[in-house]
């Protein structure tokens, strides 16, 4: 499996806007975001196929949120604009080795260390 390192996250107001990065090791066929807060399990955000670039997000994050990847750094972005306080989470990079069930936790078996996005208020 692939080495990934998410960096990014941070404070932000509502409203405003944060951009996570997520650096791979190597390619798979699909990279995807995840996240997670106390007591919930963690919930799908996007995926993108690193061939092709389509894209797959869940619903409370549609208009708001962009999946994008440069393959030529092997890393995938996550641009989170309009924040909302109930976007609090830590957020994961996760890589899938087939392009099956990219929306579910099941579907990666790679993850990263994390990292902490606290929207205000």
């Known amino acids: 499996q692939v080495q990934l390192v998410e960096s990014g996250g941070g404070l932000v107001q509502a409203g405003g806007s944060l951009r996570l990065s997520c650096a791979a090791s190597?390619?798979?066929?699909?990279m995807g975001w995840f996240r997670q807060v106390p007591g919930k399990e963690r919930e799908f955000v996007a995926a993108?196929?690193?061939?092709?670039?389509?894209?797959y997000y869940v619903d409370s994050v549609k208009g708001r949120f962009s999946i994008s990847r440069d393959n030529a750094r092997n890393t995938v972005y996550l641009q989170m604009n309009s924040l909302k306080p109930e976007d609090t989470a830590v957020y994961y990079c996760?890589?899938?080795?087939?392009?099956?069930?990219?929306?579910?936790?099941?579907?990666?078996?790679?993850w990263g260390q994390g990292t902490q996005v606290t929207v205000s208020s």
């Open positions: 996760a890589a899938s080795p087939t392009i099956v069930a990219i929306t579910t936790k099941g579907g990666y078996n790679s």
């Open positions: 993108i196929s690193w061939i092709g670039g389509s894209t």
């Open positions: 190597g390619r798979t066929f699909t």
